[in-house]
């Protein structure tokens, strides 16, 4: 960013792979890790997004080449306590005996690009994850149109024109510019996205302060939160995210980290859980498809169909169980 560059910006690319992936299992990374693994893919100059452990690499005879260094990942893990009251204590007010408590620390994990190893199989191993990225690639037309479907289905509404774009949380209302106006159908989806991440602080959903002043640190931390969340949603939808910005943004964000680096994993945790309301992680894209037009006609019927979260508190982030549920309009 001191470089003038957000690194996470970029088109999608799904013929050099698309999904950051496991190199040897091609297990996609998910949570906040994209965007870990993006940052991590600009600071080498890779284009690669295929990554592994040096334990597992070791097994295949391959190795990270000298002076590369690892790029870190959260690994979640789903801790429970089982409630036991002392003999002859009444049942508690939090449960009933035997009730489970959960929640979710995360480990870090270290992983290598594929750009930064050596060894007898490499170059086969990179060739079959590309040509299977390959074979699982939708054509861009396929894709955008699944994009439109999904951000359609979100309930705030849209209005187009003007020369900005941005999300009025007194009307809860998005206003974007004509899509004409945008160099590309997938920059006009990527703002579109970081519009909606904005809107999942709204009162209503998952409170975030929206109140922040231009310039301000609430303001910066907001921008961040929408900026990150519109990359995990281009990278499930397959967009990119080629956001079209004000260089102003990045000095915001820079002061904001150098003053508090932790605040960047606090902000990584919030645009996980807006994305989860817009984009649930673990619903296909087809099935995603599927949801947008039940919402649609569900609306065309007089019915509303809502989203509503039940949270796992960690330390560190939450995450989203999603419910779904019809109500009628009155």
Known sequence: MQQGVAPWRKPWDGSGGGHHC???????????????????????????PFWCGYAE??????????GSKAAMILRPQLHQQVNQPEAG???????????????????????FNAADLEGPGLTELITARQEAAGLQARPEPERLAAAEAVLSA????????????????????????ERASFQSAAAFYATWAHEQVHSTGHVSRLKRDLGGAFGK??????ELVAELGAVLLGDRLEIGSQLQSHAAYLEHWIALLQAEPQVLFQVLGEARQAVELIAPEGVSAR???????????SRAMGWRLRVVG???TSSSSIY???TVYYQAHH
């Open 22 to 48: 496991n190199l040897i299992s091609g297990h996609r990374y998910r949570g906040s890790n994209p965007i870990l693994l993006t940052l991590a893919m600009h600071i080498r100059g890779s284009a690669l």
């Open 57 to 66: 690499a070791r097994q295949l005879g391959i190795s990270p080449k000298k």
């Open 89 to 111: 204590q009444r049942e508690q007010a939090d449960g009933p005996e035997g009730a489970a408590r959960s929640w979710v620390s995360y480990q870090p994990v270290a992983v």
């Open 154 to 177: 979100w309930p705030v509404p849209v209005s187009f024109g003007g020369d900005r774009a941005f999300y009025l949380p007194q009307l809860d209302r998005i206003q974007l510019p």
């Open 217 to 222: 640190p609430r303001y910066a931390r907001e």
């Open 287 to 297: 099935e995603m498809d599927c949801q947008a037009e039940v919402q649609g006609a």
């Open 310 to 312: 039940q949270s796992i």
């Open 320 to 322: 989203l169980a999603n």
